[in-house]
């Protein structure tokens, strides 16, 4: 009793220093979707891994579940300048889904259910850098912002966080996705605000 902790933290930085920079604060939670909302019946969802060795790896909604789920707490970044921070989701790591994947590629084409594919490096995958998640804020995930499930790649803009995500398929050469090859940054690092081929 009477013991004021300041935590382990310090002083919390503030939201300031967690602004990329050309990027607001938004509260809200915008939708961007190139199409329309793909639905999946969970019965018929499947995520696949697909190595450049040919082989697949497969989990059906139930085998996906029951792997070993984490709680993000991350600030999401979109190229039309909006930042969300603090956002809550439930999922699996990517290093839980690749670790009994043989392979050794280099990059990663995630696609999606509706035709979306977006690619990066496959080690931005991986070391807790990204997850499937199908909750966000504690309730299932909505479709429109993805569900039943997406990837989420917080340190990267966010269109690299495919929603609707089907698979992902693993290649010793880079293929560049939709917003990719539309005229936006290969890469799309906020902080290095690289939001368009050349930045
Ligand atoms: N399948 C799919 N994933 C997608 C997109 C999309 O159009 N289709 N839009 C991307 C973009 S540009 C952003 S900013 C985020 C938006 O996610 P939200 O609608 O949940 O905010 O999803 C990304 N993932
Ligand atoms: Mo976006």
């Known amino acids: 009793m009477g013991i004021i902790s300041r935590g382990f933290q310090g002083r919390r930085r503030d939201a300031g220093d967690r602004l990329p ?5 938004v509260d809200d939670f915008p939708v961007l979707s190139a199409g329309p909302t793909p639905r999946v019946p969970l019965d018929r969802w499947e995520f696949a891994v697909d190595t450049e060795a040919g082989q697949t790896h497969r989990w059906s909604w139930a085998e996906f579940l029951a792997l070993p789920q984490e709680t993000p707490t991350v600030d999401i970044h979109c190229v039309t300048k909006w930042t969300k921070l603090d956002t809550t989701w439930q999922g699996v790591s990517l290093d839980v889904l690749l670790e009994d994947v043989e392979t050794a590629a280099d990059y990663a084409l995630i696609y999606s259910y509706g035709g979306y594919t977006t690619n990066l490096p496959l080690e931005d995958l991986l070391d807790g850098q990204a997850w499937i998640a199908h909750r966000f804020d504690g309730e299932e995930l909505e479709p429109r912002h993805g569900g039943p499930a997406r990837l989420i790649v917080p340190h990267l803009y966010f269109w690299k966080s495919a929603k609707w995500v089907r698979g992902i398929r693993l290649l010793n050469e880079d293929y560049p996705g939709f917003w990719e090859t539309a005229g936006y940054n290969n890469y799309g690092d ?7 081929e050349g930045d």
Not at 21 to 25: A, E, F, S, T, W
Not at 190 to 196: A, I, K, L, S, V
């Open 21 to 25: 920079p050309g990027q607001y604060l």
């Open 190 to 196: 906020p902080w290095r605000e690289q939001r368009y």
